[in-house]
């Protein structure tokens, strides 16, 4: 039987709606509606949202519900397996290893979303003035985000780290001033394409000024893209703290987080305190593999997620080969 005929796809986005559209057409609903609805039927965003909640409940509620004394040397109890009163243990200075998981992980989700939140907006305002201004602003613009992209942000941490003593707040401001010209250039092209439409010809041609462009189609717009940027840049974020940490760079004591844990406990690793180093491990790599698959499945949405299921449905034998194709 022949497949229905559907609905040709509409010309523009909807004004702030989402710039693309949906393969095929037969989906009518605003782009926010259709990424909101693909993202709900993402296996992959759902397990890795999932993970992240589960996470961030057990840093910021769990405390409250397990309480453990995270300052006091307790050295009669340090390097205790896992048992009653220490579920997971105690390291080497007797603190219990399952409360620290839990302050330590607040460290690492704050400075991740500080980074993620701080470097989308940054990005997303200088690279949409960027792409409405064009010309020799757009170029300077440019030469600048070129500039900083030039500058390797690990080796810069580490420098930093070797001449002052980092905290908190000094490792999201490098790590943000480093990361957004990343993302500017993404809304840059995006704004650059979008500029072309029609939807922009026809607010221009009834008098709408760049600033009122900008607000009412190119941001909105660009949210998909910007969500995007902002998961990958809060698990590079992390990730990055727990290497300084690891490597011993990162801020002080008593400041805590995966990366200290890990280092700690690898230092006693071959004594047989397992328990000090594979738990920090598998929480970092749950957190850091959860943000990665949320931003996988996002850029899947926001770059044609109908096609994509398509083809791993054809691949898999979950179509008919004669189904149609929407590449």
Do not use: K
Not at 79 to 102: E, K
Not at 193 to 205: H, M
Request: one cysteine or more; proline letters at 6%.
């Amino acid at each position: 039987m022949a497949a229905p005929e559907t609905a040709p796809a509409a010309a523009g986005p909807s004004p702030g709606g989402s710039a693309l559209a949906p393969e095929g057409g037969e989906i009518t609903a605003t782009g926010t509606q259709l990424g909101l609805r693909a993202l709900l039927h993402s296996r992959r965003a759902m397990i890795g949202a999932g993970v992240v909640v589960l996470l961030a409940l057990f840093c910021f509620v769990g405390p409250l519900l397990y309480h453990t004394n995270q300052v006091t040397v307790s050295l009669g109890i340090e390097n205790s397996p896992p048992g009653p009163g220490h579920p997971l243990g105690t390291d080497q200075y007797g603190i219990d290893v399952l409360g620290r998981l839990m302050t330590g992980g607040q460290s690492s989700l704050e400075l991740g979303f500080a980074v993620g939140i701080a470097t989308t907006l940054v990005g997303l305002l200088y690279g949409a003035v960027s792409g409405m201004a064009g010309g020799i602003v757009d170029a300077l613009m440019m030469r600048i985000v070129d500039t900083v992209l030039a500058v390797p942000t690990f080796i810069l941490l580490i420098i930093v780290a070797s001449m002052f003593s980092l905290s908190l707040a000094i490792i999201i401001v490098i790590l943000t001033v480093l990361s957004w010209p990343y993302t500017a250039r993404l809304i840059r092209g995006q704004v650059l394409a979008l500029r072309e439409r029609e939807f922009v010809q026809a607010s221009r041609t009834m008098g709408a000024n760049s600033r009122w462009i900008l607000a009412r189609h190119m941001l909105p717009n660009t949210l998909g893209i910007s969500v995007v940027t902002a998961t990958f840049a809060i698990a590079d974020s992390i990730y990055a703290l727990s290497a300084l940490s690891f490597l011993g760079i990162g801020p002080p004591p008593p400041f805590t987080d995966w990366g200290t844990m890990l280092t700690d406990g690898v230092n006693n690793l071959f004594n047989g305190y397992w328990w000090q180093v594979y738990p920090p491990l598998i929480v970092l790599v749950l957190i850091v593999v959860a943000f990665r698959q949320v931003g996988d499945a996002l850029n899947d949405i926001v770059s044609g997620h109908r096609s994509n299921v398509l083809r791993r449905r054809r691949r898999f034998r979950l179509l008919p080969l004669s189904a149609p194709r929407d590449e």
